[in-house]
Nanobody
Framework: QVQLVESGGGLVQAGGSLRLSCVAS????????LYWYRQALGKQLELVAG???????HVADSVKGRFTVSRDNTKNTVYLQMNSLKPEDTAVYYC?????WGQGTQVTVSS
């Protein structure tokens, strides 16, 4: 089991940017596919972005062109760069590695 700690959330105005980070405790990080999910209040969990062990990334259509996922295996860290944020991006954001989830970080976008 790997421990994951997210950071970087906060309150931002529409149009602003945030960068989320997720640090994993386990050394064998480079072989894992990594994911970012989000859950808005009263809504289902949504897959936002993912990046494979080989570095291939994908993002959901709802955030395409605005969000970018990347990883730094030397730091056991996955990032989610979020630009041009919208109020509908407001949610708790979680990272996932294998079967492990982080505790989540709140992102709130004001209009």
């Amino acid at each position: 089991q790997v421990q994951l700690v997210e950071s970087g959330g906060g309150l931002v105005q529409a149009g602003g940017s945030l960068r989320l980070s997720c640090v994993a405790s386990r050394i064998m990080f480079s072989g894992d596919d990594l994911y970012w999910y989000r859950q808005a209040l009263g809504k289902q969990l949504e897959l936002v972005a993912g990046i494979t062990s080989g570095g291939t990334s994908h993002v959901a259509d709802s955030v395409k062109g605005r969000f970018t996922v990347s990883r730094d295996n030397t730091k056991n860290t996955v990032y989610l760069q979020m630009n041009s944020l919208k109020p509908e991006d407001t949610a708790v954001y979680y990272c996932k590695v294998s079967s492990s989830w982080g505790q989540g970080t709140q992102v709130t976008v004001s209009s």
